[in-house]
């Protein structure tokens, strides 16, 4: 009997309990967790799960557990990003696999396959003399799952650096307001530099997981940040259409997102544009048993519009993105 596999991906949008949120908890719970139950997925990537704190005990998901009550997701195996000591999840933004199947490893990892560039700031005030090194702010999670019928897949979740421009030192009036378009420029340029970065560090795991197995199974999805077509989605497919090397077609990353009708294929909506921000991107040997994909964005709130806070709409603003699989028994 054929395994149906279903591998979701969600932006939660900073999914957090803290005193005095708008929206609250409750509010957003009663709005996502069934979108959760809908997807029905058997493996489901989360991004932006922030973490929460209580006397004498370290930080952990709370808030994410609470969404999960009462789901067939509260009994999957589960892991996460973690602070560098490994005994709590980071305070914001943390990384999270969920799988109704076994978890035979995992990790995280930043800047241990692509080193931090240098790079020398031209706008900051005080002028910099040196080169400073460029890192990203998060890790990427990998974890390698066991399926019924004797096959593992490789599950890779990510969040890249989003577009918004990184401070530059005596660059700004205030948080919303750049001292000159120069500096604001030189921000976007350095945002642009950690995101394809973390892609690069991406592309590189994908390849030695293709060393030690040219048929591997592979997933990499999350909030990529970008769009198709642009430079981090261009650099984790690895297509042959940019290397010019044929040699390499089987070890080519494909969109699943191809699959669903243009007219729908968006994950967020920003001043009214439809925007295709979060992947799912599979290897040729799992694009075998591929059935079809859908994005749940009937209800997508466009929050960049005037008045559009987020205590009007407790869901998150990315829409789930699910892929559908069929795997033989062997």
């Known amino acids: 009997?054929?395994?149906?596999?279903?591998?979701?991906?969600?932006?939660?949008?900073?999914?957090?309990?803290?005193?005095?949120?708008?929206?609250?908890?409750?509010?957003?719970?009663?709005?996502?967790?069934?979108?959760?139950?809908?997807?029905?997925?058997?493996?489901?990537?989360?991004?932006?799960?922030?973490?929460?704190?209580?006397?004498?005990?370290?930080?952990?998901?709370?808030?994410?557990?609470?969404?999960?009550?009462?789901?067939?997701?509260?009994?999957?195996?589960?892991?996460?990003?973690?602070?560098?000591?490994?005994?709590?999840?980071?305070?914001?933004?943390?990384l999270v696999i969920l799988s109704r199947f076994e978890i035979i490893k995992h990790e995280q990892f930043k800047h241990k396959y692509a080193p931090a560039p240098l790079y020398q700031l031209v706008t900051a005030s005080p002028a910099q003399t040196t080169p400073n090194k460029v890192t990203w702010e998060r890790p990427l999670l990998h974890a390698t799952i066991k399926l019924p019928n004797n096959q593992t897949l490789e599950v890779i979740n990510v969040h890249l650096k989003s577009k918004l421009p990184t401070t530059?030192?005596?660059?700004?009036?205030?948080?919303?307001?750049?001292?000159?378009?120069?500096?604001?420029?030189?921000?976007?340029f350095v945002s642009s530099m950690k995101r394809v970065g973390q892609a690069l560090e991406a592309r590189l795991f994908i390849d030695q997981l293709f060393d030690a197995n040219e048929k591997a199974m592979i997933v990499i999805c999350g909030d990529f940040n970008a769009e198709p077509g642009e430079v981090p989605v261009e650099a984790i497919c690895g297509s042959v259409e940019n290397t010019g090397n044929g040699k390499l077609t089987t070890r080519v990353l494909v969109s699943c997102a191809r699959s669903i009708p243009e007219s729908v294929r968006f994950s967020l909506l920003h001043h009214g544009q439809r925007r295709m921000l979060d992947h799912l991107l599979i290897s040729r040997t799992l694009l075998a048993h591929y059935k079809g994909s859908e994005i749940h964005n009937e209800l997508l709130p466009d929050e960049s519009l005037a008045f559009a806070t987020d205590d009007k709409f407790p869901e998150s603003d990315h829409a789930p993105f699910i892929a559908e699989f069929e795997l033989p028994d062997s």
């Open 168 to 188: 530059i030192p005596g660059q700004k009036l205030n948080n919303f307001t750049w001292k000159t378009s120069s500096g604001w420029a030189e921000g976007f």
């Open 1 to 94: 009997m054929p395994t149906k596999l279903r591998i979701a991906t969600f932006n939660l949008e900073n999914l957090d309990d803290k005193p005095g949120e708008k929206p609250t908890l409750e509010e957003r719970i009663a709005i996502m967790r069934p979108q959760l139950l809908r997807l029905n997925a058997d493996i489901l990537c989360l991004q932006e799960a922030n973490g929460q704190e209580q006397p004498g005990q370290l930080r952990q998901l709370l808030a994410l557990k609470k969404l999960l009550e009462g789901t067939p997701y509260a009994n999957y195996h589960l892991v996460s990003t973690m602070t560098a000591d490994g005994n709590q999840v980071f305070d914001e933004r943390n």
